[in-house]
């Protein structure tokens, strides 16, 4: 008797791709339509990610309470969101 077993994920991609960076569906969702998909578009005044110069603990802070024209996020995403989200956005820098 021959048994075969598979550890491969069988869910029906055909796509090897990489898992999404945590915090990355988040900025796509909330983030992209004033900074962009890599953080320069800096529409409705928007900071230009890609040279900012915020720490992980300054961007949570920015996320969670809001800057200028940007709303706070911390009735809409949980803490542990928000974090990812500012671990994502130092990401887009160059």
Not at 33 to 46: P, R, T
Not at 65 to 90: C, F, H, T, W
């Amino acid at each position: 008797m021959l048994s075969l077993y598979s550890c491969s994920d069988n869910s029906g991609s055909t796509s090897s791709s990489v898992p999404a960076a945590p915090g990355a569906s988040t900025f796509k969702k909330y983030c992209t339509s004033c900074h962009g998909a890599d953080g320069k578009m800096g529409l409705n005044g928007a900071a230009n990610l890609a040279i900012s110069n915020l720490t992980k603990e300054e961007a949570v802070q920015v996320i969670t309470n809001g800057r200028q024209l940007m709303a706070p996020y911390k009735s809409i995403l949980s803490a542990d969101e928000i974090d990812a989200l500012a671990g994502y956005v130092l990401t887009l820098r160059q």
